[in-house]
Nanobody
Framework: QVQLVESGGGLVQAGGSLRLSCAAS????????IGWFRQAPGKEREVVAA????????GYADSVKGRFTISRDNAKNTVYLQMNSLKPEDTAVYFC?????????????????????WGQGTQVTVSS
């Protein structure tokens, strides 16, 4: 089992940048796909980006393509989400999640039901 802790959220002006981190403890992090999701007030949780176990494959929601970059450092048990050109509509609680079935796969899971473990979330607020 793996435990996930998000950090790096905060308040930023539109056009600014933030880097979120998802730190994992427990066994097998390097075998897991990791996804970032977000949930804005009154809205359903949605996928933002995801990365496969080795980091060779990534996926992004259309709304963040070209602005957000997901990466991972398996030696540090950490996945990052670099967010540039932030917009007020990016305001949400951001969660990371782990899919433990991804080992040796190029597949990038982009659906919530594909993930077994979730962090508690970190708030990102973008002011206009």
């Amino acid at each position: 089992q793996v435990q996930l802790v998000e950090s790096g959220g905060g308040l930023v002006q539109a056009g600014g940048s933030l880097r979120l981190s998802c730190a994992a403890s427990g066994c097998g992090f390097g075998n897991y796909a990791i996804g970032w999701f977000r949930q804005a007030p009154g809205k359903e949780r949605e996928v933002v980006a995801a990365i496969n176990w080795r980091g060779g494959s990534t996926g992004y929601a259309d709304s963040v393509k070209g602005r957000f970059t997901i990466s991972r450092d398996n030696a540090k048990n950490t996945v990052y989400l670099q967010m540039n050109s932030l917009k007020p509509e990016d305001t949400a609680v951001y969660f990371c999640a782990a899919d433990p079935t991804n080992y040796y796969s190029h597949y990038v899971p982009m659906k919530q039901y594909e993930y077994n473990y979730w962090g508690q979330g970190t708030q990102v607020t973008v002011s206009s």
